[in-house]
């Protein structure tokens, strides 16, 4: 598993440890850091995305729930929100990482932890995201 996956798969975990238990995300960063090795790059990356996410949460549901019919970020499962919130903000916030990546990555950890049904509800949102957001730049 490259670097970059570990590190996004350690936000899902993070955020949705965040989510669920309400503790902050330094807390819930150290409590992780305490307890699980992990690559410095790994570290590093994953911390961006947490920390991004966290920063920009609301605009990031705001697009999630503009871009997904009929579902309110409320009722989506948590690690399904997740996914997305971190893949929105890879889309909009990070220029490094071009969208094509930002979304397979999305679908792969969506299939490896969410649903039977997460890898194509998360592609469907992130398609309309990138094609919206990126016309809306223009």
Not at 23 to 28: H, P
Not at 61 to 77: C, F, G, L
């Amino acid at each position: 598993m490259g670097v970059r996956r570990r590190a996004r798969e350690i936000a899902l975990q993070v955020l949705y440890q965040r989510e669920l238990s309400c503790v902050e995300v330094e807390e819930a960063l150290h409590l992780f850091w305490n307890n699980f090795e992990v690559l410095k790059g790994a570290m590093d990356f994953s911390e961006r995305l947490i920390k991004g996410v966290e920063q920009h949460r609301e605009d990031l549901d705001r697009i999630i729930e503009q871009y997904s019919s009929n579902w309110k970020v409320d009722r989506m499962t948590h690690v399904d929100r997740t996914i997305l919130r971190i893949a929105v903000y890879e889309l909009l916030y990070c220029d490094d990482i071009p969208p094509r990546v930002a979304i397979n990555e999305a679908i792969d950890i969506g299939k490896k932890y969410g649903s039977e049904d997460s890898g194509a509800f998360i592609n469907g949102i992130l398609d309309k995201v990138k094609s919206e957001e990126r016309r809306q730049a223009e």
